[in-house]
């Protein structure tokens, strides 16, 4: 599988349970495009090895962002965001997250690359190739990222050299 559309970057210590329990309280949730967002205070995603250095090099915010069950945000390319890191919560639960491989996203047929998320584990993802997420009988959580300020417009490309060189590299 060629880093085209995702890129795998390890496993997270944070404690997903946590997490999964912030998403499941009814307030706090925000628009966000046509997903709902709910931030993530910082205490709970300090542990994480992985975050600490993206909060170092990059402005960078975190998120969880909502799909309701049996529902599908259909084939798009993120507005402003070329970039993201996610994290799956519902890990275990039926959905779908596929990326188009006709990157004109015009063809009536075309292949799909399905991103098979495993548990407690970073992705970075390449936001600019068409893609769509389906989810069935569950809400489906993600935790997502923001770069802002200086980095808004930080490359996928960009995003995986610098994991690959300074965060892969320092382990
Ligand atoms: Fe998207």
Sequence with gaps: MSDDYYYKIGTSTI?????????????????????KVKKVPDELLQEDFFISWLRKKYDIGFG??????????????DGMR??????LLTV?????CIFNTDPTGNSFTHG???????????????TTIPHEVINFEVDRYVLSTEF???NVALSYQQLINDIKSEYLRGL
Excluded: Q
Aim: net charge negative; proline share 3%.
């Design 15 to 35: 404690d997903t349970n946590k997490l999964i329990a912030l998403a499941k309280e009814e307030s706090l949730w925000n628009d966000y495009y046509e997903f």
């Design 82 to 87: 070329r970039t993201a890191i996610n994290m």
């Design 148 to 150: 802002m300020g200086k």
């Design 112 to 126: 799909i690359v399905d991103l098979a998320y495993e548990p407690s584990t970073f992705y970075a993802f390449n």
């Design 64 to 77: 969880i962002l909502k799909i309701h069950a049996n529902s599908c945000y259909p084939w798009h390319r």
């Design 92 to 96: 275990g639960s039926h959905s779908h």
